[in-house]
């Protein structure tokens, strides 16, 4: 469904029509030679898709249209129905106008912000992640630490390492106070969104950095809340919506993006680019309260990304546009003293692929075929522990057929009409490649096979094998929109087929305390785990192999109509009930989920907007696919001088399954109210929002624990969580020269308070130890503790985007200011209570912060041959070290950090 607006255009000269379109939609406009703009254009009142705004405002003026690349192409009528066999029109601009920069949405979309590709191309960092496009919006937030995204209740918050630099996947949003796997993201409206969470993980990180989570045999390396890793190259443009979500989309608790693809461009164009950073130019801070680990040193990594693009039209109606991106990053790390201080490097390879079949005819009928690529492969080896080699996957796919079209219905009140329609495929698999399904501790000072292999009498070794998680989503997805005796209609249908795998191939093994003796004798024959005459283990877990899979199937069906009251005193009042209801095959339930907006747009160009909502959300398939996993069998055997040292077979001694089930379970939901007011400011002017959203999630997923023997939980309802967020807003472009340029500027500033039950269902950690808190022994898990930067309440940001030199200098500058707020930290010392010591914690303030990022492009070259520019960026352009205070294993926080880069475009 394309985006609407509501539009209030008087029959103005064309020229002023323009500038109000391309202030409210964002597109920029050109003029072709000889078109003239003097004449005055029909009124556009209503809410409208773009293509019909400026079909009303041009009809039977003897002008006319196209859209290309965020920009609207003006002509004469005779000059588009004309031969085109034998005339080619090249678009010479003699007037043209700067899109907003970012787009604030009003009235029921007073939750959506739109960033052009102008925007996107200044905001994106050096690292090209395009979810941090959105990190100057009020009501988003970002992990600190995206290693480890699950740990809410973390105590010690982990700073930079090289395994985190390999990691090139984009970083976790938190939008209106729900976790980093709660939003709906996608890619031209088509889902992206990986349905088994990211909470498939014991460990509670997504990426291993130490032998703990190495060794956590079910933690499925490499989930991501997004099944496709999108390079932020290929994108025209990117929305974000916080609160006050249309009917239209469902399927999540936080809040809702939709990066839009490229279209193929009118003329044959090829682009070309490289970038590079690394520690070299990366300045590090130590922030740990206690003196670093001896083995601790800042990160050494170096990145390098390539790019390339070519887009052609085929015919009058059809375009091709195609891209291939690839990001690499190579870390060097020391493995520790005990394993010679050797030199590990690892590599991580991340492709980015697209190609786009376009076609689009002068009846506005568009079909769109689509597929994005996405392979991704993160090496990963220990610093404490030898053989231990594994690959990281991440491999994504999306593809799409769509079908757009306006419909001739002219009856029943029926106009404007369009129908639009997609059948789409999301399939993704993670999971690690590991050269050994064996680890074990060994002896290196006795001798025998494993004699000096590490420079400390008890050595790790080995890895649990392979482990893989897969998805697969069908989905059709159907849409209308009409106006109806001047009011707007959309209803619509969403039907999908989710197919989940996890599968462990072979078993794996873990095996602890060797007995070393020179009468060690093998019972048992091709023992593993013992050398005849030096040494064998005498415990040991297995961890099963398996296979599994999890199907079902949802389906939706949502219908909104805004209805338009004109006469009403000062202005006019628009009512917009939406209604959704979901149906899911895996909890089988059907919900009904209301959405309702009033707006009153008063005749001073102020709109008020109050809107009540109700969200439920779909990342379920992480309960079903933990319950797959047979769990652990431990194994034990005596081997001492009353058995003559001999290591005979293993006996089994316990078992532990974590079984995740329930019965009679509600979908969780999450209830929204919202307020906004929307108006320009006086003798200023510019777009000025502010708004309040207070959410409450009601029926989240918890766990009870029913069988004290084994870890044996049942799925409830208990878990709750809570989000109140009041945000201002003010945007305006300068497009008169000032100060030497053109400018967009924009600020906001925002109060939040995040809560969160403590029920949860993944969070916890069973090896947390307790601590002293508030003069009392306290769980971790009990308290709200540091959760990256997602619970600092108060935050002001801002943006400037520049162009000097008739666009030849272009500048992005993004600034953050962090209020103090209070923590739950390490003090540092200890209480020993009944034979017991815990480490004190206590409350404490972080100093406020301000962080500066600068992206710089310069056209070094210009002419018919193309366009070279270069790139910089440098984030943390004031080499702030960061509040949080680190462990003492990870101790460096990054500081101010460089990319440069190189930009062919033809």
Same mark, same amino acid.
């Given at each position: 469904?394309?985006?609407?607006?509501?539009?209030?255009?008087?029959? /103005?000269?064309?020229?002023?029509?323009?500038?109000?379109?391309?202030?409210?939609?964002?597109?920029?406009?050109?003029?072709?030679?000889?078109?003239?703009?003097?004449?005055?254009?029909?009124?556009?009142?209503?809410?409208?898709?773009?293509?019909?705004?400026?079909?009303?405002?041009?009809?039977?003026?003897? +002008?006319?249209?196209?859209?290309?690349?965020?920009?609207?192409?003006?002509?004469?009528?005779?000059?588009?129905?004309?031969?085109?066999?034998?005339?080619?029109?090249?678009?010479?601009?003699?007037?043209?106008?700067?899109?907003?920069?970012?787009?604030? %949405? /009003?009235?029921?979309?007073?939750?959506?912000?739109?960033?052009?590709?102008?925007?996107?191309?200044?905001?994106?960092?050096?690292?090209?992640?395009?979810?941090?496009?959105?990190?100057?919006?009020?009501?988003?937030?970002?992990?600190?630490?995206?290693?480890?995204?699950?740990?809410?209740?973390?105590?010690?918050?982990?700073?930079?390492?090289?395994?985190?630099?390999?990691? +090139? @996947?984009?970083?976790?949003?938190?939008?209106?106070?729900?976790?980093?796997?709660?939003?709906?993201?996608?890619?031209?409206?088509?889902?992206?969104?990986?349905?088994?969470?990211?909470?498939?993980?014991?460990?509670?990180?997504?990426?291993?950095?130490?032998?703990?989570?190495?060794?956590?045999?079910?933690?499925?390396? %490499?989930?991501?809340?997004?099944?496709?890793?999108?390079?932020?190259?290929?994108?025209?443009?990117?929305?974000?919506?916080?609160?006050? /979500?249309?009917?239209?989309?469902?399927?999540?608790?936080?809040?809702?993006?939709?990066?839009?693809?490229?279209?193929?461009?009118?003329?044959?164009?090829?682009?070309?680019?490289?970038?590079?950073?690394?520690?070299?130019?990366?300045?590090?801070?130590?922030?740990?309260?206690?003196?670093?680990?001896?083995?601790?040193?800042?990160?050494?990594?170096?990145?390098?990304?390539?790019?390339?693009?070519?887009?052609?039209?085929?015919?009058?109606?059809?375009?091709?546009?195609?891209?291939?991106?690839?990001?690499?990053?190579?870390?060097?790390?020391?493995?520790?003293?005990?394993?010679?201080?050797?030199?590990?490097?690892?590599?991580?390879?991340?492709?980015?692929?697209?190609?786009?079949?376009?076609?689009?005819?002068?009846?506005?009928?568009?079909?769109?075929?689509?597929?994005?690529?996405?392979?991704?492969?993160?090496?990963?080896?220990?610093?404490?522990?030898?053989?231990?080699?594994?690959?990281?996957? %991440?491999?994504?796919?999306?593809?799409?057929?769509?079908?757009?079209?306006?419909?001739?219905?002219?009856?029943?009140?029926?106009?404007?009409?369009?129908?639009?329609?997609?059948?789409?495929?999301?399939?993704?698999? /993670?999971?690690?490649?590991?050269?050994?399904?064996?680890?074990?501790?060994?002896?290196?000072?006795?001798?025998?096979?494993?004699?000096?292999? #590490?420079?400390?009498?008890? #050595?790790?070794?080995?890895?649990?094998?392979?482990?893989?998680?897969?998805?697969?989503?069908?989905?059709?997805?159907?849409?209308?929109?009409?106006?109806?005796?001047?009011?707007?209609?959309?209803?619509?249908?969403?039907?999908?087929?989710?197919?989940?795998?996890?599968?462990?191939?072979?078993?794996?093994?873990?095996?602890?305390?060797?007995?070393?003796?020179?009468?060690?004798? #093998?019972?048992?024959?091709?023992?593993?785990? #013992?050398?005849?005459?030096?040494?064998?283990?005498?415990?040991?877990? $297995?961890?099963?192999?398996?296979?599994?899979?999890?199907?079902?199937?949802?389906?939706?069906?949502?219908?909104?109509?805004?209805?338009?009251?004109?006469?009403?005193?000062?202005?006019?009042?628009?009512?917009?009930?939406?209604?959704?209801?979901?149906?899911?095959?895996?909890?089988?339930?059907?919900?009904?989920?209301?959405?309702?907006?009033?707006?009153?747009?008063?005749?001073?160009?102020?709109?008020?907007?109050?809107?009540?909502?109700?969200?439920?959300?779909?990342?379920?398939?992480?309960?079903?696919?933990?319950?797959?996993?047979?769990?652990?069998?431990?194994?034990? @055997?005596?081997?001492?001088?009353?058995?003559?040292?001999?290591?005979?077979?293993?006996?089994?001694?316990?078992?532990?399954?974590?079984?995740?089930?329930?019965?009679?379970?509600?979908?969780?939901?999450?209830?929204?109210?919202?307020?906004? &007011?929307?108006?320009?400011?006086?003798?200023?002017?510019?777009?000025?929002?502010?708004? &309040?959203?207070?959410?409450?999630?009601?029926?989240?997923?918890?766990?009870?624990?029913?069988?004290?023997?084994?870890?044996?939980?049942?799925?409830?309802?208990?878990?709750?969580?809570?989000?109140?967020?009041?945000?201002?807003?003010?945007?305006?472009?300068?497009?008169?020269?000032?100060?030497?340029?053109?400018?967009?500027?924009?600020?906001? %500033?925002?109060?939040?308070?995040?809560?969160?039950?403590?029920?949860?269902?993944?969070?916890?950690? $069973?090896?947390?130890?307790?601590?002293?808190?508030?003069?009392?022994?306290?769980?971790?898990?009990?308290?709200?503790?540091?959760?990256?930067?997602?619970?600092?309440?108060?935050?002001?940001?801002?943006?400037?985007?520049?162009?000097?030199?008739?666009?030849?200098? @272009?500048?992005?500058?993004?600034?953050?200011?962090?209020?103090?707020?209070?923590?739950?930290?390490?003090?540092?010392?200890?209480?020993?209570?009944?034979?017991?010591?815990?480490?004190?914690?206590?409350?404490?303030?972080?100093?406020?912060?301000?962080?500066?990022?600068?992206?710089?492009?310069?056209?070094?070259?210009?002419?018919?041959?193309?366009?070279?520019?270069?790139?910089?960026?440098?984030?943390?352009?004031?080499? @702030?070290?960061?509040?949080?205070?680190?462990?003492?294993?990870?101790?460096?926080?990054?500081?101010?950090?460089?990319?440069?880069?190189?930009?062919?475009?033809?």
């Amino acid at each position: 469904m394309k985006r609407e607006y509501r539009f209030d255009i008087a029959a /103005v000269p064309l020229m002023d029509g323009l500038e109000q379109i391309s202030e409210l939609t964002g597109y920029s406009f050109s003029v072709v030679t000889g078109s003239n703009l003097a004449g005055t254009g029909n009124a556009v009142q209503g809410t409208f898709d773009l293509q019909q705004a400026l079909t009303k405002m041009f009809k039977d003026t003897g +002008l006319t249209f196209a859209l290309a690349d965020r920009q609207i192409v003006v002509t004469t009528v005779n000059q588009v129905s004309g031969d085109r066999g034998t005339e080619t029109l090249a678009p010479v601009i003699i007037q043209a106008n700067e899109a907003p920069s970012v787009y604030l %949405g /009003v009235g029921s979309e007073s939750g959506a912000t739109v960033y052009s590709q102008q925007q996107i191309e200044g905001l994106v960092q050096g690292d090209s992640d395009p979810n941090k496009i959105f990190r100057a919006n009020p009501n988003v937030q970002f992990q600190a630490s995206y290693s480890n995204p699950n740990r809410q209740n973390r105590l010690k918050e982990r700073g930079d390492s090289a395994a985190a630099e390999q990691d +090139l @996947r984009p970083a976790g949003v938190s939008i209106s106070g729900g976790k980093i796997d709660q939003n709906n993201i996608m890619l031209d409206g088509v889902s992206v969104n990986t349905y088994a969470g990211t909470e498939t993980n014991t460990s509670g990180s997504s990426i291993p950095d130490d032998d703990d989570n190495l060794l956590t045999a079910d933690s499925v390396w %490499g989930v991501h809340p997004q099944s496709v890793y999108i390079d932020a190259n290929i994108l025209e443009q990117a929305e974000i919506i916080d609160s006050n /979500v249309s009917a239209k989309y469902g399927g999540f608790q936080g809040g809702v993006v939709n990066y839009k693809v490229k279209d193929p461009s009118l003329d044959p164009t090829f682009s070309a680019s490289i970038k590079r950073g690394g520690s070299n130019w990366t300045d590090y801070h130590v922030k740990s309260a206690e003196a670093p680990d001896g083995d601790a040193v800042p990160p050494k990594y170096e990145k390098l990304f390539y790019n390339a693009s070519a887009s052609t039209p085929l015919s009058d109606d059809w375009g091709m546009l195609v891209s291939a991106g690839r990001r690499t990053a190579e870390t060097t790390r020391t493995a520790s003293e005990d394993y010679f201080g050797r030199q590990i490097t690892n590599t991580t390879k991340a492709d980015n692929f697209l190609g786009k079949l376009k076609y689009e005819n002068d009846d506005g009928l568009a079909l769109t075929m689509q597929v994005v690529y996405a392979p991704y492969a993160q090496e990963w080896e220990s610093i404490r522990r030898i053989d231990s080699k594994m690959d990281i996957l %991440g491999n994504g796919l999306n593809s799409y057929v769509g079908i757009e079209t306006p419909l001739d219905w002219q009856s029943g009140g029926f106009s404007d009409a369009s129908f639009e329609t997609k059948l789409s495929l999301n399939s993704s698999e /993670v999971g690690r490649e590991a050269d050994a399904n064996i680890a074990r501790q060994v002896k290196s000072n006795v001798g025998g096979q494993f004699g000096g292999v #590490c420079d400390a009498t008890n #050595c790790n070794l080995g890895a649990l094998g392979d482990l893989y998680q897969s998805q697969q989503e069908l989905s059709y997805q159907a849409d209308f929109t009409a106006s109806h005796f001047g009011n707007r209609l959309a209803f619509g249908a969403d039907i999908r087929r989710i197919h989940a795998e996890s599968e462990r191939p072979e078993t794996a093994y873990n095996a602890r305390s060797s007995t070393a003796n020179a009468a060690i004798t #093998c019972a048992v024959a091709d023992d593993p785990f #013992c050398e005849n005459g030096v040494q064998a283990n005498r415990f040991m877990t $297995e961890y099963e192999a398996y296979s599994g899979e999890v199907s079902f199937y949802t389906g939706a069906l949502y219908g909104q109509y805004a209805l338009n009251f004109d006469h009403v005193p000062f202005g006019d009042l628009e009512v917009k009930p939406g209604l959704r209801l979901e149906r899911d095959t895996f909890l089988g339930k059907t919900n009904l989920a209301p959405r309702f907006s009033t707006t009153y747009h008063t005749d001073w160009d102020i709109v008020f907007n109050a809107g009540w909502n109700r969200y439920y959300a779909s990342n379920m398939l992480s309960y079903a696919l933990r319950d797959l996993s047979p769990g652990a069998t431990n194994y034990s @055997r005596t081997i001492n001088a009353g058995n003559g040292f001999v290591a005979g077979a293993f006996n089994a001694t316990s078992s532990s399954t974590t079984n995740y089930g329930g019965s009679d379970l509600k979908t969780p939901f999450t209830d929204e109210r919202t307020a906004s &007011v929307a108006f320009p400011l006086p003798a200023i002017g510019g777009q000025t929002r502010l708004k &309040v959203v207070q959410r409450k999630g009601r029926d989240q997923f918890s766990r009870i624990s029913t069988d004290s023997g084994s870890r044996e939980y049942n799925l409830s309802n208990e878990g709750s969580s809570g989000y109140l967020s009041y945000s201002i807003e003010w945007a305006k472009d300068f497009k008169e020269d000032l100060l030497g340029g053109s400018h967009s500027f924009r600020i906001n %500033g925002q109060y939040g308070e995040r809560t969160a039950s403590n029920n949860s269902y993944f969070d916890s950690d $069973e090896e947390d130890e307790d601590i002293i808190f508030d003069g009392q022994i306290t769980d971790p898990s009990a308290l709200s503790l540091i959760t990256g930067n997602l619970d600092e309440p108060w935050i002001i940001n801002s943006s400037l985007s520049s162009q000097f030199d008739d666009g030849r200098l @272009r500048t992005a500058l993004t600034g953050r200011y962090t209020f103090p707020y209070m923590i739950v930290a390490d003090t540092g010392s200890n209480r020993t209570i009944n034979g017991t010591t815990y480490d004190v914690y206590e409350q404490r303030q972080e100093k406020a912060r301000f962080d500066l990022d600068l992206n710089l492009d310069y056209d070094l070259i210009r002419n018919p041959a193309g366009v070279l520019t270069l790139n910089a960026s440098i984030e943390n352009v004031l080499n @702030r070290g960061g509040a949080h205070t680190l462990a003492s294993d990870y101790p460096y926080r990054k500081g101010r950090t460089v990319w440069l880069g190189l930009t062919y475009v033809y």
